[in-house]
Structures are given as C-alpha cells and as structure tokens.
C-alpha cells in the first residue's frame, strides 16, 4: 500500500514556481511565475520589488504575442500581481514566449523572455468515455 502511495504521489501532475528578476541600477524586480498556463484558468504573474523604486515611476510590463499586453505600474517596495484571463490560449503548445519588461518612465531598462507551456485540459464529456 504504501509503495502504490509513494507511486501515486510522484505521477501527479506537479509544477513549481520560477523565478527571473529584473533590475535598473538598486532597483530590483523578482518575477514569479508558474512556467505552465492552464487553459480556462487564470494565470498570474508576482512581483516582489526591492530597492530603488522611491522616486517612482517604474512599471513591469508582460506580453505573449498576439495578445493583449499586461501593465503594472510597482509600489516603492513591497509585492503586487496581475494575470492574464484563462481565454487568452485555446490550444495546447510548448514553448511559448513570454516577454517580460521593466519600464522606467516610458523606457525600457532591462528585458527577459520566458518560455510558457500552454495546457488544455480535456473536454469533460471525454471523461465519461472511461
């Protein structure tokens, strides 16, 4: 009983955060996000920001392409997330960029794309098939 446990526990689906930072000078930006995008689901980026930001002005900006870009303008320190609506992918694919900017008063001062996966889970009528 216990070796099927174990067994059960290591096949279950499982992701873990991942984490980039962005920076501008003494101002620091950690993004976490999950590297996986479940259709249907709403997907959230989180900001933790560090020093520097106490004249202001400092934004984190996300895009996929072709979709409708995400803004959020940061705090002087402290965290802040935003999401992406689970409709914003209807197939399932791999390796989707994610590009992620930290914007200074209108400018671009340090840049990162991301790799995504984008998981569709199976209509629930499939379901009954079994």
Not at 3 to 17: G, K, V
Not at 36 to 44: L, N, P, Q, R, S
Not at 82 to 99: C, I, K, M, Q, R
């Amino acid at each position: 009983v216990a070796a099927a446990l174990l067994l059960a526990l290591l096949l279950l689906p499982s992701t873990t955060a991942e984490e980039v930072t962005l920076t501008d000078g003494n101002a620091s930006v950690t993004v976490d996000y999950d590297p996986v995008f479940h259709a249907g689901e709403a997907w959230f980026i989180d900001l933790e920001i560090t020093g520097g930001n106490a004249s202001g002005g400092y934004a984190v900006e996300a895009e996929f392409a072709g979709t409708e870009p995400r803004s959020k303008a940061l705090p002087t320190d402290g965290s802040v997330s935003f999401s992406f609506p689970g409709a914003t992918f209807h197939d399932e694919a791999f390796n989707v960029p994610l590009e992620l900017q930290l914007v200074r008063d209108g400018s671009v001062v340090d840049n990162i794309t991301v790799l995504i996966d984008v998981s569709v889970p199976p209509p629930s009528d499939l379901l009954w098939l079994w």
